[in-house]
């Protein structure tokens, strides 16, 4: 077996199958998905004490209604592109509707081709909840379970919302319409384009991002993006590759492009967000540097014909120390940059900004430490790209909020 947690090489792994593997609202509501759950052991649990253990990426290319014949066929846009040290083929309900003699041949084939690419197959078969599912897989792998636990779970609920509370701003989930709206600045549209082919979506960044731990469990941005694309946007194909890593600084992604951009640098839209850390290196970089490094990158990546959306982190709280201080000139740096460059602009500083001056037990609430949003931060956040980038649509998802279980 390849040494799939070499703390010096980065590690790609793919999970695929059909819907149990593809998670959604429907599926997890808004608790991570098996590949979600297996991400965080994998990259934060087991892999923060190094680059390259927080770098073993964890793609998700699943889709209800596929089954192992369906993935065969389909392997090199669902397996191959992704280069991955390791293939998770979680197997469901689709396989079940198969002749026995089938589903083995499929089985059989998709391990060939799996291995012909040099990766290391593994089979699941998926049960009824998330969590067993993913702490199953980890064993199978030699890796530690997951530390999230049942009553991590139960922290959260996702509940109605009255139109009075939507328009007013709910409680303790997403900004209202009109607050959440008004996030997107410095683009001649303020809309992104979603094409007829399958669309890739990558996601780059900090620790927030990445999405580990101060979740709990629930979804990141990322993770809450991929949902909302397959089932409420109705893009069951398209795939959210989250390169975002902890303790990352814009000069830093522009150093390890050859792992977190330069695979995926075909990607039809890239959402980028940084700012927090980079604000923590007085004298190392400047406001002016980082604004240099944010427009590298989007050259970058309009070099590769993609659409583009900056994100602006959210402010800290008191206990961040001078460290809340230090990023204000840096979030405005990053609005000065997205107006300059005529790319979207989804601004987390200024809705969160206004929580924390006129509602602060809700800005407490969106936050798990002074520096990183919790579950419900990731919401808010999650929610202001939909609106901020155009894509928000009256659905499901945007009429529920996250609120705290008594």
């Known amino acids: 077996m390849l040494d799939l947690f070499n703390q010096t090489v980065g590690k790609t792994w793919v999970f695929t199958g059909g819907e149990f593997a593809a998670g959604g609202f429907t599926v997890n509501q808004a608790f991570r998905s098996t590949s979600g759950l297996f991400e965080e052991?994998?990259?934060?649990?087991?892999?923060n004490v190094s680059v390259a253990g927080r770098e073993r990426f964890v793609f998700n290319t699943a889709k209800a209604g596929l089954n192992v014949l369906d993935i065969k066929r389909e392997f090199e846009e669902r397996i191959a592109y992704y280069h991955p040290a390791a293939v998770v083929y979680l197997s469901g309900r689709e396989d079940r509707a198969l002749d026995?003699?089938?589903?083995?041949?499929?089985?059989r084939e998709?391990?060939?081709?799996?291995?012909?690419?040099?990766?290391?197959?593994?089979?699941?078969?998926?049960?009824?909840?998330?969590?067993?599912s993913a702490n199953e897989i980890l064993r199978m792998v030699g890796a530690a379970p997951s530390l999230?636990?049942?009553?991590?779970?139960?922290?959260?609920?996702?509940?109605?919302?009255?139109?009075?509370?939507?328009?007013?701003?709910?409680?303790?989930?997403?900004?209202?319409?009109?607050?959440?709206?008004g996030t997107a600045r410095g683009t001649a549209s303020q809309k992104l384009?979603?094409?007829?082919?399958p669309m890739r979506w990558l996601f780059i960044g900090d620790s927030i991002t990445h999405g580990a731990l101060h979740t709990y469990g629930?979804?990141?941005?990322a993770q809450?993006?991929?949902?909302?694309?397959?089932?409420?946007?109705?893009?069951?194909?398209?795939?959210v590759l989250n390169t975002g890593v902890s303790g990352a600084t814009a000069k830093e992604f522009l150093g390890r492009l050859d792992v977190r951009y330069t695979p995926y640098a075909d990607a039809d839209v890239v959402i980028a967000m940084f700012g927090t850390n980079d604000c923590c290196f007085p004298g190392v970089i400047s406001v002016e540097q980082f604004k240099g490094q944010l427009r590298r990158i989007i050259s970058l990546v309009r070099g590769h014909g993609a659409q583009f959306v900056l994100r602006v982190p959210q402010p800290q709280k008191k206990e961040a120390g001078e460290r809340k201080r230090a990023l204000v000139p840096f979030a405005e740096a990053v609005r000065e940059v997205a107006e300059q460059e005529q790319v979207i602009l989804v601004d987390h500083f200024q809705?969160?900004?206004?929580?924390?001056?006129?509602?602060?037990?809700?800005?407490?609430?969106?936050?798990?430490?002074?520096?990183?949003?919790?579950?419900?931060?990731?919401?808010?956040?999650?929610?202001?790209?939909?609106?901020?980038?155009?894509?928000?649509?009256?659905?499901?998802?945007?009429?529920y909020q996250l609120a705290k279980e008594c």
């Open 41 to 47: 052991v994998i990259r934060w649990d087991m892999g």
């Open 100 to 107: 026995r003699e089938a589903f083995q041949e499929g089985l």
């Open 110 to 132: 998709l391990e060939r081709l799996t291995r012909q690419i040099g990766a290391e197959w593994f089979l699941a078969y998926a049960g009824e909840d998330s969590l067993e």
């Open 148 to 181: 999230v636990t049942e009553r991590d779970r139960s922290r959260w609920k996702l509940v109605p919302v009255r139109d009075e509370d939507e328009g007013a701003g709910g409680t303790a989930g997403g900004t209202a319409r009109g607050a959440a709206g």
């Open 193 to 197: 384009s979603l094409y007829a082919h």
């Open 218 to 221: 629930f979804d990141s941005v």
């Open 224 to 239: 809450l993006w991929e949902k909302y694309l397959r089932g409420d946007l109705n893009r069951p194909d398209d795939v």
């Open 351 to 399: 809705s969160f900004g206004c929580l924390e001056e006129h509602e602060p037990e809700k800005f407490e609430l969106y936050m798990n430490d002074g520096i990183h949003p919790g579950a419900a931060g990731h919401y808010q956040m999650f929610r202001e790209l939909a609106y901020g980038t155009g894509l928000a649509i009256p659905m499901s998802m945007l009429s």
